[in-house]
């Protein structure tokens, strides 16, 4: 049996082989002289044309349910629908046909090549539209602040490129929005920021309005908040000159002992005290008090201005004291003689000697007599009463006038004296 099976499958070998490779070459003629149809499925995007159709009747319009996009069928000859492809077709929708419920415009699906043959079967012909009222709005540009700026830092003024926007769309979009604002980041700041910002639009609960049927004539400005620094600054006077004889400078006093400063953060930063110095803060010659009104700005750095509020004219008092002249009563154990001639004896007709001691107030008001030293030069004095200058020691010496009375006795003349007595009572 497989003998017989090996025979007949072997038997006149070639001429099968042949048969079957012209029954291919046949079904491929017939195949390619019929050329028959097929069909082919795409999707494109629509083409929406002529919209200020709507724009000019004050409408505007939203596309509904995606229709935008339109799917469709192509039939033709396999050998030209094999060759194409989604971008051989064209799909427009023109704004002019709307119907009359202005809900729908018709679709119409072409081909760029072979359009005469090929048969377009679409799935959905018309584009649906919601289509309402148009208005425009024009709003002022508010500034929102992000962050805070550097210690002692503070916003002092904003700027904007453009400062209004005018918006167009849905009337019941429109009038959601209560705002347009940009919004410019200060964080840690110590100069001026700049920075392109979008504009926002929102609504009276600060919600962002989507602008996506929206048309804004500009949808960025450039914000500039310009950054100063505000500080506290003591101030410094420096006074100069020599007062008259007998006076001296002793302080100055003002209305106020800092100044509130702002402005360039690396000046400032940098300012410890606000030095003023003036011919007006001169006390040569000076006999009694000065004041001077010094107006502040002469005296600021540059790009340092004072601070809102802040007085522009302080006064300054420049205190100018007289001497004066205090009297203490020295005890007379305070005073030391020196050069008193030998033989000779003093002695004091009072317990105190009065010292008057003139200086400044601050020097001589706690002066009291008890601590007051004096010497006595008695050279040249001779047997008597007198009234001696004495000579202060320490720090009084050239501001002191004192003195003190004595009675200076010759002791032989004493003892003579008494000896005489003596024999006159015997």
């Given at each position: 049996?497989?003998?017989?099976?090996?025979?007949?499958v072997?038997?006149?070998?070639?001429?099968?082989?042949?048969?079957?490779?012209?029954?291919?070459?046949?079904?491929?003629?017939?195949?390619?002289?019929?050329?028959?149809?097929?069909?082919?499925?795409?999707?494109?995007?629509?083409?929406?044309?002529?919209?200020?159709?709507?724009?000019?009747?004050?409408?505007?319009?939203?596309?509904?349910?995606?229709?935008?996009?339109?799917?469709?069928?192509?039939?033709?000859?396999?050998?030209?629908v094999?060759?194409?492809?989604a971008?051989?077709?064209?799909?427009?929708?023109?704004?002019?046909?709307?119907?009359?419920?202005?809900?729908?415009?018709?679709?119409?699906?072409?081909?760029?090549?072979?359009?005469?043959?090929l048969?377009?079967?679409?799935?959905?012909?018309y584009?649906?539209?919601?289509?309402?009222?148009?208005?425009?709005?024009?709003?002022?540009?508010?500034?929102?602040?992000?962050?805070?700026?550097?210690?002692?830092?503070?916003?002092?003024?904003?700027?904007?490129?453009?400062?209004?926007v005018?918006?167009?769309?849905?009337?019941?979009?429109?009038?959601?929005?209560?705002?347009?604002?940009?919004?410019?980041?200060?964080s840690?700041?110590?100069?001026?920021?700049?920075?392109?910002?979008?504009?926002?639009?929102?609504?009276?609960?600060?919600?962002?309005?989507?602008?996506?049927?929206?048309?804004?004539?500009?949808?960025?400005?450039?914000?500039?908040?310009?950054?100063?620094?505000?500080?506290?600054?003591?101030?410094?006077?420096?006074?100069?000159?020599?007062?008259?004889?007998?006076?001296?400078?002793?302080?100055?006093?003002?209305?106020?002992?800092?100044v509130?400063?702002?402005g360039?953060?690396?000046?400032?930063?940098?300012?410890?005290?606000?030095?003023?110095?003036?011919?007006q803060?001169?006390?040569?010659?000076?006999?009694?008090?000065?004041?001077?009104?010094?107006?502040?700005?002469?005296?600021?750095?540059?790009?340092?201005?004072?601070?809102?509020?802040?007085?522009?004219?302080?006064?300054?008092?420049?205190?100018?004291?007289?001497?004066?002249?205090?009297?203490?009563?020295?005890?007379v154990?305070?005073?030391?003689?020196?050069?008193?001639?030998?033989?000779?004896?003093?002695?004091?007709?009072?317990?105190?000697?009065?010292?008057?001691?003139?200086?400044?107030?601050?020097?001589?008001?706690?002066?009291?007599?008890?601590?007051?030293?004096?010497?006595?030069?008695?050279?040249?004095?001779?047997?008597?009463?007198?009234n001696?200058?004495?000579?202060?020691?320490?720090?009084?010496?050239?501001?002191?006038?004192a003195t003190?009375?004595?009675t200076?006795?010759?002791?032989?003349?004493?003892?003579?004296?008494?000896?005489?007595?003596?024999?006159?009572?015997?």
């Amino acid at each position: 049996m497989l003998k017989k099976l090996t025979k007949i499958v072997t038997n006149n070998f070639g001429l099968k082989i042949l048969g079957i490779v012209f029954a291919i070459v046949l079904w491929m003629v017939v195949v390619n002289v019929e050329d028959p149809d097929k069909s082919v499925s795409f999707s494109i995007p629509v083409d929406v044309v002529n919209t200020d159709y709507l724009t000019d009747m004050g409408k505007t319009y939203e596309i509904l349910n995606d229709t935008d996009t339109i799917s469709f069928t192509v039939t033709g000859q396999r050998s030209i629908v094999e060759t194409l492809s989604a971008s051989d077709f064209k799909a427009v929708a023109n704004i002019e046909n709307i119907d009359d419920s202005m809900s729908m415009v018709p679709i119409v699906v072409t081909a760029t090549s072979y359009s005469s043959q090929l048969e377009i079967v679409k799935r959905n012909s018309y584009l649906l539209l919601n289509v309402e009222n148009s208005i425009t709005a024009e709003y002022e540009i508010e500034i929102v602040v992000d962050g805070t700026p550097a210690t002692g830092c503070f916003v002092d003024t904003f700027g904007l490129s453009t400062d209004t926007v005018t918006v167009t769309g849905p009337e019941l979009v429109v009038e959601t929005i209560a705002a347009a604002q940009v919004t410019v980041d200060v964080s840690d700041a110590t100069e001026a920021v700049s920075a392109t910002a979008a504009i926002v639009l929102v609504d009276e609960n600060g919600s962002e309005v989507s602008q996506d049927r929206l048309t804004l004539d500009e949808t960025t400005s450039v914000v500039t908040a310009e950054i100063l620094m505000s500080k506290e600054v003591a101030l410094s006077f420096t006074v100069t000159g020599e007062p008259g004889d007998g006076y001296r400078y002793s302080d100055v006093e003002c209305d106020t002992d800092t100044v509130m400063l702002e402005g360039d953060w690396a000046v400032l930063n940098a300012l410890d005290a606000l030095a003023i110095s003036s011919s007006q803060l001169s006390v040569a010659g000076a006999t009694e008090t000065l004041t001077a009104v010094i107006h502040l700005p002469d005296y600021l750095p540059e790009g340092i201005a004072l601070a809102d509020g802040q007085e522009s004219d302080i006064t300054v008092t420049i205190l100018i004291e007289s001497q004066s002249t205090v009297e203490v009563e020295m005890p007379v154990s305070n005073i030391t003689v020196s050069d008193l001639a030998d033989g000779l004896t003093l002695s004091y007709n009072s317990e105190t000697a009065t010292v008057l001691i003139t200086g400044y107030e601050e020097d001589i008001a706690s002066i009291q007599g008890g601590n007051v030293y004096a010497t006595l030069d008695a050279s040249g004095l001779e047997a008597g009463t007198y009234n001696v200058a004495l000579r202060l020691d320490d720090d009084y010496g050239e501001a002191a006038e004192a003195t003190v009375s004595v009675t200076i006795t010759d002791e032989e003349s004493a003892s003579a004296d008494s000896s005489a007595s003596g024999n006159i009572a015997d």
